[in-house]
């Protein structure tokens, strides 16, 4: 899903050119109908992919619809690896935001994500193997900024992480796996697209709210992370191929630099906190008689 651009766009890219196939999914058609991997002048390639309109967040009966349309129509019938990319981000203050503004971001990252899924996995289950794979972020790891701007975001995220885990219990035994990818920073186009939400400004939040926008409009364009490196390493873990060969199941995959140094941080706060605090916390049962 959410092919048009970022790294959904890249991982086509990349597994055409392995020869897979490909379903490429975007909100709208015209998103992928000019993209690259449709300009190739090989007719094999473009043979391989299918492109279908597939808007995550218009609800459960329609986005079945709209993948088992896609499903029967490129002519394959089934799916083997499902990559949950599509999701967007939108910025802004909790307070300010409020519970509207969680379900709009809610309604695409997770219930949009869990939506896809559920409706892949029939074909999955069928036939007793396949992949899914669940784009985290290390944004679910780092929510203690300074200067907020992801709070909305960074739960979604949150979310889509604990989410993916358990379906990994529920789906072991079916012979399927999931995948989560915890990316950091990533040089992608379009990510930091959406405003930030100033629709409800409470005063007590101007300079918090000051700094977070000039904070947030900084950031694109000077993210340390290659998309077209991250997609590889996710197909060389799906596929077992690579530096991935020979290597156990991961669950997880984290990438980037900042990406391990930030979950490598909240780990290590965790254990200390566990440590600290270890009077506290194991104190709590009822008395034996």
């Not at 999931?178 to 040089?187: M, N, S, Y």
């Not at 490598?264 to 034996?288: P, S, T």
């Amino acid at each position: 899903t959410g092919t048009s651009s970022g790294f959904g766009r890249r991982l086509v890219s990349i597994v055409l050119a392995r020869g897979d196939r490909v379903i490429a999914t975007a909100r709208t058609l015209a998103k992928i109908e000019h993209s690259d991997f449709l300009d190739s002048s090989n007719v094999k390639l473009k043979s391989n992919v299918y492109c279908a309109e597939l808007d995550i967040s218009v609800g459960t009966a329609k986005v079945k619809t709209q993948v088992d349309a896609a499903v029967r129509q490129s002519g394959w019938g089934t799916v083997d690896v499902l990559v949950n990319n599509a999701g967007s981000g939108l910025p802004g203050l909790l307070e300010e935001g409020g519970v509207e503004k969680m379900k709009e971001q809610y309604q695409t990252n997770v219930f949009g994500t869990l939506d896809v899924t559920n409706a892949v996995l029939p074909y999955m289950r069928q036939q007793r193997s396949g992949t899914v794979v669940m784009m985290g972020s290390r944004s679910a790891w780092r929510t203690e900024v300074k200067v907020s701007t992801l709070g909305f975001y960074a739960s979604s995220k949150a979310a889509v992480h604990a989410m993916a885990e358990t379906m990994a219990l529920e789906l072991e035994p079916l012979g399927i796996r999931v995948l989560i990818v915890e990316p950091g920073a990533f040089r992608t186009e379009g990510i930091y697209s959406n405003p930030f939400d100033e629709s409800n400004p409470i005063s007590d939040y101007d300079e918090e709210r000051g700094k977070s926008v000039v904070r947030f409009s900084a950031i694109s364009g000077k993210q340390p992370g290659d998309p077209d490196k991250a997609m590889k390493a996710v197909v060389e873990v799906v596929c077992g191929e690579g530096r991935a060969k020979g290597r156990e199941w991961p669950l997880y995959l984290v990438l980037g630099k900042d990406a391990q140094e930030d979950i490598g941080n909240k780990c290590a706060r965790m254990i200390r906190h566990l440590g600290e605090w270890g009077d506290v916390i194991r104190n709590v049962d009822l008395d034996q008689n």
